[in-house]
């Protein structure tokens, strides 16, 4: 079974509710397990990290101007949806240096829309939204590493 192959089963395993696959053939065995409670457990804070960053401290403090831009965020917070990272790699913005970012702040995303691409062990994975919204944040620079269940892009569902 060639890396290709592993990656493709990984997709599978990651988009279905599939706990753990083995398959043996004549290369070798490979077991593929997903890892609920890391996920359960991952997903809550990382979020929070995120949503609650030293910005809105620093924005009061300046001026009583600033203090009205956090109370509009706030509200919203509490709908945004995180598109987090899949697996482990780097994350890239654009599917070629050449090429216009794929997802912005303010860009309109449906279901199945490429938002970012992840390079892991030499593939270039292109990640796909699997919601309608805004993305108001993207949470991580470009060509930076990300682990598996980072959170990537703040989305306002439509």
Do not use: W
């Not at 050449?98 to 449906?110: M, N, Q």
């Amino acid at each position: 079974m060639d890396l290709k192959q592993i990656h493709e089963l990984i997709k599978i395993i990651n988009k279905s509710n599939i706990g753990e696959i083995s398959i043996e053939d004549k290369d070798g065995k490979v077991t593929i397990k997903q890892k609920e409670e890391a996920v359960v457990t991952v997903a809550q804070p990382a979020p929070q990290v995120f949503t609650t960053a030293p910005q809105p401290v620093a924005q009061p403090a300046p001026a009583p101007v600033a203090a009205a831009a956090p109370p509009a965020p706030a509200p919203k917070a509490d709908n945004l949806v995180t598109i987090k990272s899949p697996m482990i790699g780097t994350f890239y913005r654009r599917s070629s240096p050449d090429k216009p970012l794929l997802a912005e702040v303010g860009s309109e995303i449906t279901p199945g829309k490429v938002v970012c691409i992840i390079e892991a062990m030499k593939l270039f994975n292109e990640i796909e939204s699997e919601i309608k919204g805004t993305i108001v944040k993207v949470l991580v620079e470009d060509a930076s590493p990300v682990e598996y269940d980072q959170p990537l892009f703040l989305v306002e569902p439509a």
